[in-house]
């Protein structure tokens, strides 16, 4: 039997959790623990809010791991399969391509630092990592959140990675921490050596 605290506390709970769509001035937008996120950050496609920025880094021959619907024009896209996924890129040497891009993919994965470490290895010199993330402060995109629920494993910030880039060889050559329109933030890092695309 439910003791009433008990049963009140649940109550809050779900009623703090819960997601409400609202129209402010004919936009659409989602409430959630007081905070309001554009109807469009809940259709997928976040690679549209980066798109153009990416393509200035990630030219020649290169992957969109975790592209799913929409990949980054020109890469090869990289799905969870057996034979290449985000762990297992066995089909492509180290050191042979000019990008890995990769947006909003990182978070869905236990091992990230693996991932990252590998993706590092595939690059040759001069080579780019392209990586689009969600930011912090979007609450519903947290691990647990009712968008994600546990299908994002982590909270991906630009020190943490950027952190992780540096420790697997890679020069941070851009970031956009803050915030986007997309709730997002990117991180463009470069493998020394080589010659660069940007």
Known sequence: MLRPRAALAGLLAAWRDRV???EIDGAKFYRYRGGLYPERLNKGEAVA???EKALQYCV???????AGSWPLPGAIPVQEEAGRNAYNLDEFADG???FVFSSHCLEHLERWPEALALWSRKLKPGGVMFLYLPHESMRLWRPGAPWVKGHHKWIPTAEAVSHLLEVNGLDIAERGPERDEWWSFYLAARKPGGSANV
Request: proline letters at 0%; aromatic letters at 0%.
């Open 60 to 66: 020649g021959r290169g992957l969109d791991v975790g």
């Open 20 to 22: 409400t769509l609202v």
């Open 49 to 51: 809010g980066i798109r």
């Open 96 to 98: 042979s391509l000019d």
